[in-house]
């Protein structure tokens, strides 16, 4: 059975995660997104408990896919499954410096697990999680950028962080 691993932050989900795990769950068997822990980026807007249960009610109707935590290195997670596979996405040259030095050491962790990029769809390029909790706390509209089950929870989060931030 081939299976795909997606990791990320997904700080929140966005269509952009959706369309790049979509067109994973139909080139594999099965799809895992991996909702990283030990993100080195700063302090999460949503909890690793909101992340996940967001990502989960997005990926619902996807039979193929499910959603599972790790805190740790993604090469020791993929260690889980037998010929795992790590798809991400590639939005634009400024991805592929980091992925490229982050595949080169997941490899020395794991020199069996490989890589695979799916360039973003051309509407999404532009899109991050980053994008959306900008946008998000300054109360713009985010229908086109996260998926509808979740925009009211986004907003209301980041109507929580401008309220204390005194926004
Ligand atoms: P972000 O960069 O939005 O904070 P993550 O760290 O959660 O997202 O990224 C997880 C994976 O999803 C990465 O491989 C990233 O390249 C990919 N990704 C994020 N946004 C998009 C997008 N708009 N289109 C395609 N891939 C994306």
């Known amino acids: 059975?081939?299976?795909?691993?997606?990791?990320?932050?997904?700080?929140?989900?966005?269509?952009?995660?959706?369309?790049?795990?979509?067109r994973a769950s139909k080139i594999f068997d099965k799809v895992v997104v991996c909702i990283m822990v030990n993100s080195t980026k700063m302090t999460p807007m949503f909890s690793i408990d909101e992340r996940v249960d967001m990502a989960k009610r997005v990926v619902e109707r996807l039979p193929n896919v499910e959603v599972d935590t790790f805190?740790?290195?993604?090469?020791?997670?993929?260690?889980?499954?037998?010929?795992a596979v790590i798809v991400k996405g590639m939005r634009a040259a400024s991805d592929f410096e980091y992925e490229f030095q982050m595949n080169l050491i997941n490899k020395k962790i794991n020199?069996?697990?490989?890589?695979?990029?799916?360039?973003?769809s051309e509407k999404y390029t532009f899109l991050s999680?980053?994008?959306?909790?900008?946008?998000?706390?300054?109360g713009a509209e985010l229908t086109g950028f996260v998926p509808c089950e979740i925009i009211d929870e986004?907003?209301?989060k980041a109507k929580i962080w401008r309220d204390r931030n005194g926004k």
């Open 1 to 22: 059975m081939s299976l795909a691993i997606c990791p990320g932050s997904f700080d929140p989900i966005t269509l952009g995660h959706l369309n790049i795990i979509r």
């Open 111 to 120: 020199p069996d697990l490989e890589t695979m990029f799916l360039t973003a």
């Open 129 to 138: 999680s980053s994008v959306v909790r900008e946008m998000a706390s300054y």
């Open 154 to 156: 986004v907003k209301n």
């Open 71 to 83: 805190d740790g290195l993604l090469a020791e997670y993929a260690k889980k499954y037998d010929d």
